[in-house]
């Protein structure tokens, strides 16, 4: 099987957009950033949460909290799944109890892996509010989550994969629908 | 192709190719080792949150199957696999009512009819556990065989040893030495291949009729019945259980003898590195292998040792367990 690029869903410069439109509903949404965290899901959510803070930071002169969380151990795949998964460390420097915990994450899709983080992050403690910010929504929910703050939705097929590309992690910033090709 | 197949790729470091059971650990790679380590890290956060316990392995079966007494050891095995959500099984055979051979095939076949994935298995017999893993299609963990290996017990010591340094660089140049009855301590060989796999030169030290002659063909490895000699310059200092049977049979003429001369003390210790630890595998014969106050010294990591069991254990169920259905 084989990925074939078929667009470009957003390029730098609208990500960066995006990003900032979220930074402002975030700040709009929770009347400011005290007590607020961002919290990045392994891999791209984690510079997504980064880059997040450093806007809201710039805008309202607070910066708020930033954590990483890696949710494999929570996934309900596990078996499914044919290679071991890299299990990388959940990093949260604070008590989340009654913090307003911003989840951010690269794609929205079956809604399994914020399902996990929710585990994750509830098993560290009893956050105040949960929200939950995506770069792409690209639809086909497996279970009932929806993002409070959403980059771009696009409408796919589940033969298509949708590649955010982040510079802390890929070196260039964009967002691509490629189509797999069987053969 | 599952939907988290596309949402998760391989990011960083790609998975790790890894043998289906842990009998020993000749078997494994230095990477695989490292790999292993970089998942307890992971399962040692885990044990230090309010709630300590993650969903990773719900839905497996472990079942514990000790042909030998052992309480720390079954006890920390127990832990790992509840602090993933597994089930656990306990099968205690009665030592001497157990004949080796048919009848563990037969226990063997009995248990596995109640389902589990993986078992951990000690047995007074070398070898038992490999024997076993033909047997099943379950994942064995080899909790002790014989003389012959106890690979977790190795992890750990290894695992306790590097995370007992701030910005640990590599076992590159690090000296070990293990002291006392090496002949009939699958804890020493054990290390001996994880130590030396890693990088480390391992000294080995007893008494004439307790320290082996072949365990010094291996490279890295060296023997001497000098504790002295042992422990100059080591960065990390080892003393085995001494078990009293060993002067029954006459492989040691008194324990007063061997106290004085392999005992591992403070004195002992100032030939050491400056910052050299002092290990135990337990359980400990105070004021026999070890002067009872060094081992309640800072330099003493042996309570890091059994508590590095549990995550060290947890990441060796959850390598073998996830992805092998």
């Not at chain 1, 609208?14 to 930074?23: F, G, K, S, V």
């Not at chain 2, 017990?153 to 590599?170: E, I, V």
């Not at chain 2, 060296?222 to 006459?250: N, S, W």
């Not at chain 2, 070890?290 to 549990?310: F, H, K, M, T, Y």
Request: charge should be neutral; aromatic fraction near 4%.
């Amino acid at each position: 099987m084989t990925l074939h690029p078929k667009a470009t869903l957003m390029d730098a410069q609208d990500l960066a957009r995006a990003l900032t439109r979220i930074a402002h509903e975030i700040i709009e949404r929770n009347k400011g950033a005290a007590s607020l965290a961002l919290v990045g899901i392994h891999t791209r959510g984690v510079p997504m949460a980064e880059r997040l803070a450093d806007l809201i930071e710039r805008f309202e002169g607070v910066r708020p909290l930033a954590g990483k969380l890696d949710i494999t151990l929570y996934r309900d795949d596990l078996t499914e799944i044919a290679l071991q998964p890299v299990v990388r460390r959940t990093e949260v420097p604070f008590d989340v109890s009654g913090m307003r915990i911003v989840l951010c994450d690269d794609v929205l899709y079956t809604g399994r892996t914020a399902r996990a983080a929710l585990d994750a992050l509830v098993d560290m403690g009893r956050p105040g509010v949960i929200q939950y910010a995506v770069l792409v929504d690209r639809g086909h929910r497996e279970l009932p989550i929806r993002a409070d703050y959403v980059g771009k939705n696009v409408p796919t097929s589940r033969s298509e994969v949708v590649k955010v590309r982040l510079a802390e992690v890929d070196g260039v910033d964009g967002v691509d629908l490629l189509e797999q090709v069987d053969g | 192709m599952t939907a988290a197949a596309v949402v998760v790729p391989a990011a960083g470091s790609p998975p790790t190719k890894h043998p289906r059971h842990m009998l020993d650990l000749a078997d494994w790679s230095a990477e695989t080792i490292h790999a292993l380590f970089d998942t307890t890290d992971v399962m040692a956060q885990v044990m230090t949150r309010t709630i300590k316990r993650v969903p990773a392995l719900q839905g497996f079966t472990v079942g514990t199957l000790f042909y030998e007494d052992s309480t720390r050891t079954r006890l920390s095995f127990d832990r790992a696999a509840r602090a993933q959500s597994a089930d656990v099984i306990s099968f205690a055979a009665g030592g001497s009512s157990v004949s080796k051979g048919e009848s563990l095939k037969d226990t063997l076949k009995t248990i596995d009819a109640m389902k589990s994935d993986l078992y951990v298995v000690r047995h007074p017999a070398a070898g038992a556990p490999r024997q076993l893993a033909r047997w099943t299609d379950a994942a064995i963990v080899n909790a002790g065989d014989g003389r012959r290996a106890h690979p977790t017990q190795a992890l750990l010591d290894a695992y306790t040893f590097k995370t007992s340094f701030p910005g640990f660089a590599g076992f590159d140049g690090v000296r070990l030495a293990i002291v006392g009855d090496v002949a009939h301590s699958r804890v020493a060989r054990s290390n001996v291949e994880a130590w030396t796999k890693l990088g480390a030169q391992v000294a080995l030290c007893g008494p004439r009729t307790l320290l082996p002659d072949e365990l010094g063909d291996r490279p890295g490895v060296t023997l001497t019945h000098r504790l002295e000699e042992a422990v100059e310059g080591a960065h990390a200092v080892m003393a085995l259980r001494l078990q009293h049977e060993r002067m029954a049979c006459g492989l040691l003429p008194s324990l007063a003898e061997y106290r004085q001369r392999y005992q591992v003390t403070r004195a002992a210790m100032r030939l050491a590195h400056p910052d050299a630890l002092v290990m135990h595998p337990g359980p400990m014969n105070r004021d026999v292998e070890i002067e009872g106050e060094l081992a309640d010294d800072p330099r003493s990591v042996i309570e890091a040792q059994v508590a590095n069991g549990v995550p060290v254990r947890m990441a060796v169920l959850y390598t073998l367990l996830v992805g092998s259905r």
